[in-house]
């Protein structure tokens, strides 16, 4: 409210989207119905109330969501199957039993994957959710150019990231070795470094959709060396 960052309030009031300022990342959040007519701050910003997710099944989805603020993160991705075959394999995600939306993807419609990352705790289970949007072949320049651009990078690159790569997700887990180990079997370009003493962290690109960037801390690491971080 104090900022007066223009958002969007859809679902009866009770899901708000809005842009990160100076980013290209948008945070969502959702709780109880707002109702703007009660709000006095409402009338001094514009809400738009489209539904975005006109092709989404709601008897085909799975209401649950983690007791946790942060329980997801969403990606623009050109090939949603890659990126999940991907998580499956790398990452041992799972993925979720439903899927609101149709696939494989429709004319005028999103297509979405998404899984579940291993949790001990699994109602705790951080998500990801993997999206193809139509309008990704209607912009000037977006996700396909930006893709392209992140892939002919790491072909023609060895031993250093560019700026792009810093934006990424960071995780944690017990060990870094299991997941170096699995990257290494698909031939997957990956960076290892020391971010402290005792502390190191894993960095890598989806293959086919280069511009999804994880970055995985661990005090654990013994499969490979760490090498100096280095940006081209």
């Known amino acids: 409210k104090e900022d007066k960052v223009p958002f969007q309030l859809y679902g009866a009031g009770s ?23 009660k709000d006095a701050y409402a009338s001094s910003v514009s809400f738009d109330y489209t539904e975005p997710d006109k092709c989404r099944n709601w008897t085909n989805d799975d209401p649950t969501t983690p007791n ?47 899984l579940k990352l291993p949790q001990l ?22 996700i396909p150019e930006f893709q392209q651009y992140q892939r002919e990078f790491l072909d023609s690159t060895k031993g250093c990231i560019n700026g792009f790569m810093l934006n990424n997700l960071i995780l944690r887990t017990a060990s870094l070795d299991p997941i170096v180990k699995r990257l290494d079997a698909f031939a997957a370009r990956y960076f290892v470094f020391e971010i402290a003493t005792g502390k190191y962290a894993l960095l890598f690109s989806f293959p086919g959709n280069e511009g999804i960037t994880l970055q995985i801390q661990s005090s654990h690491l013994s499969y490979v060396a760490p090498s100096p971080l280095q940006i081209c």
């Open 68 to 114: 946790r603020t942060f329980w997801k993160s969403t990606f623009g991705a050109l090939n949603a199957t890659a990126a999940r075959e991907f998580a499956v394999d790398v990452l041992h995600a799972r993925p979720r039993k439903v899927n609101p939306y149709p696939w494989p993807r429709e004319p005028g419609c999103i297509a979405v994957q998404w």
């Open 121 to 142: 705790n699994n109602s705790l289970a951080f998500q990801f959710h993997f999206v193809e949007d139509f309008v990704y072949d209607t912009v000037l320049y977006g």
């Open 15 to 37: 899901v708000g989207r809005a842009y990160i300022p100076h980013t290209t990342s948008t945070m969502e959040w959702f709780g109880e119905e707002w109702d703007v007519s």
